[in-house]
């Protein structure tokens, strides 16, 4: 290939391919230039990809989509109780499904990224940018890989390139994200033995069908703010959790030990018995939220995806596929109407952030900034004390014996009224958290 194109896509994740994919199809000469041996071979997420903006841009019914979501299931934990809430509907069991299917990251990020090259873009894998070019006057003009002689030049540059963002740091498009804006997380995919049904018994599914379980509290992640998840796929089980990093420093024990303790849990342990770990992965999560979203235009080069911060992740959603991808694909129009009028400095670049602002992405973040900050304040009563009380109550209340019910409920119901401060307490909280609904 030459070295020179229209836009470089550094990264070819979900943000990276969309971009590419949108400005491939506009005619533009792309190059995408990944890390890794292919598209997906280092990328780590939980498990559920969110699909409405991706088939807006291509076709997925050969998309490699493990099993759709038909079962949301919240489960607060305490050190050994489960009490969960579970959505099925069956409006979920017929297509398009929600848009909400598990995927394994290796399979879905080379189909997605072929999906870009059919449309003519070009792809190069086992290269790593290491650094942007710039002009004297700052307008950047290519990057610098890690091959010999490996720059490679073009008006723009799409800084596709995760959470773990060193080439947007290092050219200074970026602040590091500072500690409380940042989860650790780890995940394990898990194969069981048996006769190929093995998910479909353990879950209770029908063929294509698959869950989402997403659980908080102290028997999910200790004492530390965040929450778990397991995700069904074919054959494997995608189990993992995600908490501050500042909590992962200070108090509590070391993420895999709380994986372990998590996988141990009463309500959890008979899930994934007798499986045999074939994945382990660990990877941090930018959570900053709309106010920690850093400028996503710059002369020659947009943020997208994890780059700029895009994720929801507040116990209830976990989302940031779908935001990568509707930033890839806003960031890619942008370009094109700027290539078109033969400019690429930050102004002309601008229609991206003018777009992702009236998209889901931005609303969304912007939505529940508050959420992660008023819980954050709220962590031992959130976290610890009302999955205790939720839980004793529950068994106080529906325990069976020659009382009558009426001295179990008053007694379940002052068991949670003790930990929320009475009836004053409760409003108190109805008020603070009146905008999750
Ligand atoms: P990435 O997917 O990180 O892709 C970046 C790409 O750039 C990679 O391919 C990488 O190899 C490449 N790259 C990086 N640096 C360079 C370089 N210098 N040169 C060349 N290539 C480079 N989201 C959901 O929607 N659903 C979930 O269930 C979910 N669960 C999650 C669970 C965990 C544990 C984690 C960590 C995240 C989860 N997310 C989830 C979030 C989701 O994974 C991200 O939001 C999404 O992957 C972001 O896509 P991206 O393209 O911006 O970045």
């Known amino acids: 290939y030459d070295d020179e194109f229209d836009a470089i896509v550094v990264g070819a994740g979900p943000a990276g391919s969309a971009s590419a994919l949108t400005m491939a199809d506009a005619g533009l000469d792309v190059i995408m230039i990944e890390r890794g041996a292919y598209p997906g071979a280092k990328n780590v997420f939980g498990g559920v990809l969110y699909t409405p903006t991706i088939r807006e841009l291509t076709d997925i019914d050969d998309a490699p989509l493990e099993r759709y979501v038909g079962e949301k299931r919240f489960g607060m934990l305490s050190p ?5 809430v579970s959505v099925k509907p069956n409006q979920w069991h017929q297509e398009p499904h929600n848009d909400s ?15 870009a ?25 290519g990057v610098d890989t890690d091959r010999p002689e490996g720059e490679l030049r073009a008006p723009v540059v799409v800084l596709a390139e995760g959470g773990n963002s060193l080439v947007a740091e290092g050219a200074d498009l970026k602040d590091p994200s500072p500690r409380e804006d940042v989860a650790v997380a780890v995940k394990e995919v898990i194969e069981f033995p048996g006769d190929g049904n093995e998910i479909e018994d353990r879950f209770r599914l029908t ?20 929450g778990a998840f397991m995700y069904t796929n074919d054959d494997t089980v995608s189990i993992g959790l995600a908490y501050r990093i500042e909590d992962a420093v200070t108090s509590q024990p070391k993420p895999e030990q709380t994986l372990n303790e998590f996988k141990s849990h009463p309500a959890v342990a008979p899930l994934v018995r007798g499986g045999r770990t074939v994945e382990y992965s660990a990877k941090t999560i930018p959570e900053g939220g709309a106010d920690a979203m850093p400028d996503l235009v710059h002369d020659g080069a947009v943020l997208v995806g994890d780059t700029a911060g895009l994720v929801l992740n507040n116990g209830v959603h976990l989302e940031g596929t779908n935001m990568a991808v509707e930033s ?9 109407t700027a290539m078109a009028n033969d400019r690429t400095d930050a102004n002309a670049l601008l229609e991206y952030p003018r777009n992702l602002e009236e998209s889901f992405v931005v609303q969304n973040l912007e939505r529940y900034e508050w959420l992660m900050e008023t819980a954050v304040e709220d962590k031992d009563l959130l976290f610890r004390d009302l999955p205790r009380a939720i839980a004793d109550a529950s068994e106080e209340y529906f325990s069976i014996d020659r009382d009558p019910k009426a001295e179990h409920a008053d007694e379940a119901k002052d068991r949670i009224l003790q930990t929320i ?17």
């Open 117 to 141: 090259v059919e449309a003519g873009a070009t792809l190069i894998t086992e290269t790593t940018v290491t650094d942007l070019i710039r002009e004297d006057d700052g307008q950047i003009v």
């Open 207 to 226: 063929e294509d069908s698959g869950v989402s379980y997403h659980y908080f509290g102290e028997g999910a992640v200790g004492d530390a703010f965040g």
């Open 328 to 336: 890839g694909y806003h960031a890619g129009n942008a370009i094109i």
């Open 421 to 437: 401060g009475g009836w004053s307490g409760a409003a108190k909280l109805a008020w603070r958290y009146r905008k999750v609904m």
């Open 101 to 115: 299917y598990t995927v394994l990251r290796g399979d879905f990020d080379e189909w997605f990224a072929e999906q």
């Open 80 to 84: 050994e109780d489960e009490t969960a």
